[in-house]
């Protein structure tokens, strides 16, 4: 009965929609693919022989159906980064927590509308770190009859910045989490999948854009690198950021962007330079005192009617610890303001998130390669997330199994200390595992202060809300004092992200409303963050109606 319900609410939504909405179907084969960006030959896990994966463009308001078939030797599942995933909560992706892994030889169908978002989005393998090299663009036009909120850029240009080791990234992470220690770091930054001229060996693997003079481009970057921000800039131009995370943003102009791993930036690039050839460039912003790839990934802009044999100029990169440029980008960002939502002014949950870096214990009769012979762990609140293995979160949820995780995730960290004074810090520089979520109410609005900690060094951290965009209503640096700084929330046309990063040793407040039932991971974007446990999930009960409750799994749902 359910099932049949279900059933006709979605006909009749098709329906509402048959006049301007398609459906758009893909295929995804993922599996090896040999691929030689540096010296040396590497075979990597890859969709549909290519790296990046697919580009996917749809229209707001279509429907989006991708068979993915797993013919790697690894479990596999897909995100739809950003996308709401309105009642389609089994398709948004995550490994345990809405879906049990594709097995190598099954597949799986995702399936989800696409409603009420414009902009770039991405897509990327959400199990170990396979999305390395599993990842690609997903770009959702105005609908027919709609147009961009800005003159109409001649031509669009999707820009991934890749991260790329001489390695299995597999065979990487998992060393890592067997001695406790961090990860080797990567040896390369990619755009497109080319490192670029700046590498060894690089030699005729560095993407090129053309240009015409007068005209006006499209950039649409996003940062699938797994473990580091980047800078980006073109020489000699400036640019103009009109979107971010899929949603439109006031005209924004500067010569350099910074992205997390996770977030999009929707920028326009006039080409009114003398001809010639540029380099576009991306380097890491590097917020913490630890060891990092410290190299250059280039690509080249080119004027189609330059004669010019001249090497590229390359732009004047900020420092890699440059916090001041990095903040100025991302706090000065606002939301067009002929588009923007209106802000919920009554809260009905109050959270106030430690996010930082710690320890767990080793094990009995073991010794790790962490400080003081322990392992390295992350957490917020002090409580570092173990992702359940027999079944995922969501089916849990819908059919009331217990045991997989507990609701009883903390509001508040267990002690209040100099959150970001390191001595302070070694008070709670230990940490446990644990599956602990937060439950909410349908339609509750929900405020969140990520307050960063110093408990073994302060850093950015991008923190990924999946199936919901929020508000970033103020963020800075210090701690988090509600009497001081909430007089700095914008409330008339703050940013929307998916993806916040959090000020190295500051705090970041953002807000959102829980009107989408099922159950939505949390999660530093950093993937060896991600890895140590700095995660947790909310569960979102239904609303009471039939539109407002979770429908039933698709029947070729992947089984534990």
């Not at 008070?427 to 408990?455: G, P």
């Amino acid at each position: 009965m359910a099932r049949a319900m279900w059933i006709l609410v979605c006909t009749f939504a098709m329906h509402a929609f048959a006049a301007s909405a398609k459906v758009v179907n893909h295929t995804f084969r993922v599996g090896n693919l040999t691929v030689q960006p540096l010296c040396e030959e590497r075979v990597v896990v890859a969709v549909n022989g290519q790296l990046p994966g697919p580009t996917i463009r749809v229209n707001e308001g279509d429907t989006l159906v991708v068979l993915v078939i797993n013919e790697s030797p690894y479990n596999l599942t897909i995100h739809w980064h950003g996308i709401f995933q309105k009642l389609s909560g089994w398709a948004d992706g995550p490994s345990y927590v809405t879906q049990c892994p594709i097995l190598p030889g099954n597949n799986y169908t995702y399936r989800f509308n696409i409603t009420k978002q414009e902009g770039t989005l991405w897509w990327h393998a959400h199990v170990s770190w396979l999305r390395a090299t599993v990842y690609g663009a997903l770009i959702i036009h105005p609908r027919a009859g709609r147009s961009y909120p800005f003159v109409k850029p001649h031509k669009e240009f999707p820009l991934i910045l890749g991260e790329w080791w001489n390695a299995n990234v597999v065979d990487v992470e998992n060393e890592a989490n067997l001695t406790g220690a961090a990860p080797n770091i990567s040896d390369a930054y990619t755009i497109n999948g080319r490192p670029g001229d700046l590498y060894p060996c690089a030699n005729n693997n560095t993407y090129k854009i053309t240009v015409t003079q007068g005209k006006t481009y499209m950039l649409r970057i996003i940062n699938a690198a797994l473990n580091n921000e980047l800078f980006f800039k073109i020489a000699g131009h400036n640019l103009t950021v009109v979107g971010i995370d899929a949603t439109y943003t006031e005209p924004y102009i500067t010569d350099v962007v910074v992205v997390a791993p996770g977030q999009t930036t929707d920028v326009l690039l006039v080409a009114n330079g003398p001809t010639g050839s540029y380099y576009i460039a991306a380097r890491p912003y590097a917020s913490a005192p630890i060891l990092f790839d410290n190299t250059t990934t280039t690509a080249i802009l080119h004027y189609n009617n330059s004669t010019s044999v001249a090497a590229p100029l390359m732009p004047v990169l900020p420092a890699f610890n440059d916090t001041p440029t990095a903040h100025r980008f991302y706090s000065n960002l606002t939301a067009l303001r002929s588009w923007t939502h209106k802000v919920p002014l009554d809260v009905d949950e109050h959270m106030f998130i430690t996010v930082g870096l710690g320890l767990e214990p080793c094990g009995v009769n073991a010794t790790c390669a962490g400080p003081s012979g322990m392992r390295f762990a992350a957490s917020m609140n002090n409580a570092s997330f173990r992702l359940p293995t027999t079944l995922s979160m969501l089916q849990a949820h819908f059919s009331g199994v217990q045991g997989i995780f507990t609701d009883d995730f903390p509001d508040t960290p267990p002690l209040v200390f100099d959150y970001t004074n390191a001595n302070a810090s070694q008070l709670v520089s230990t940490t446990l595992k644990s599956t602990r979520v937060k439950r909410l109410a349908y339609n509750s609005t929900v405020e969140m202060v990520f307050q960063n900690t110093a408990i073994l060094s302060v850093e950015n951290h991008p923190i990924h809300l999946h199936g919901f965009n929020f508000f970033v209503l103020a963020q800075g640096f210090g701690n988090y004092d509600n009497a001081t700084h909430r007089s700095m929330f914008n409330l008339v046309n703050p940013q929307l992200r998916n993806t916040i990063a959090v000020p190295v040793g500051g705090w970041a407040v953002v807000r959102f409303i829980a009107n989408n039932p099922g159950v939505w991971l949390m999660h530093c974007h950093l993937d060896v963050h991600l890895s140590w446990g700095l995660s947790t999930a909310f569960v979102i009960d239904n609303g009471p109606t039939v539109s407002s409750t979770l429908p039933p799994p698709p029947l070729d749902l992947p089984r534990c």
